[in-house]
């Protein structure tokens, strides 16, 4: 009940197109849902992040859709770069207090010109 | 900005050995954490830290671990005896309100 299940496992999109990673989790009490963007050899960097009160959040090209019915959330890239080219982690928690986040397996992303 | 600083960046040693890794949180952050990261795998969540005292702990965590906050600023975590499988990136993170913020990380390798 703790895992969040992640797909794809990789992924490869032209520039400008649409990049999509999908997550599911179990734990009905997880309410913080954050993204994290990975660059080899550095530690994961808060991309963006929604809780359960909401469907979607939108930073710039980067979107959350939120589906709490199915226990779904996914990331969106619009335009998608080669400097996107990275591996995408969702997560999940309980934000009360210090609670941890539990990570999906992470998604590797490659953009292509 | 403020960020989480991790050293080493890279530590090698000798199995058996004891290991300590450093991190400096973000100053007014409460809330401390060691994940770790075996290559190509996913984050995942060793010990949380809050109020001076370990508050959460997963099954990795087990005798050979311990952290401590020695002097109200650096955060460490110690392995007493490193094993083979100890092999990992190790990243530190702080949180006040908002998301955790994650250290560069410290890659460690035991031979």
């Known amino acids: 009940q703790q895992q969040v299940k992640q797909s794809p496992q990789s992924l490869i999109v032209q520039k400008g197109g649409i990049s999509i990673i999908n997550c599911a989790y179990e734990n009905t009490a997880f309410d913080y849902f954050p993204w994290y963007q990975q660059f080899p050899g550095k530690g994961p960097a808060l991309l963006i992040a929604?809780?359960?009160?909401?469907s979607e959040k939108k930073e710039g090209r980067f979107t959350i859709s939120f589906n709490k019915s199915a226990k779904q959330f996914s990331l969106h890239i619009m335009d998608s770069q080669p400097g996107d080219s990275a591996t995408y982690f969702c997560?999940?928690?309980?934000?009360?207090?210090?609670?941890?986040?539990?990570f999906g397996k992470g998604t590797r992303l490659s953009v292509i010109a | 900005e403020p960020e989480v600083t991790q050293t080493p960046s890279h530590q090698v040693t000798q199995m058996g050995q004891e290991v300590i890794l450093r991190c400096v949180p973000i100053s007014n952050h409460l809330y401390f954490y060691w994940y770790r990261q075996i290559l190509g795998q996913k984050v995942e969540f060793l010990v949380s830290f809050y109020n001076n005292e370990i508050s959460e702990k997963s099954e990795i965590f087990d005798d050979q671990f311990s952290v401590e906050r020695p002097d109200g600023s650096n955060f460490t975590l110690k392995i007493r005896s490193t094993k083979l499988e100890d092999s990992a990136m190790y990243f530190c993170?702080?949180?006040?309100?908002?998301?955790?913020?994650f250290g560069s990380g410290t890659q460690l390798s035991v031979l």
């Open positions: 993170a702080s949180r006040q309100n908002g998301g955790h913020l």
């Open positions: 929604i809780r359960p009160d909401v």
């Open positions: 997560a999940a928690s309980k934000n009360s207090g210090n609670t941890p986040l539990v």
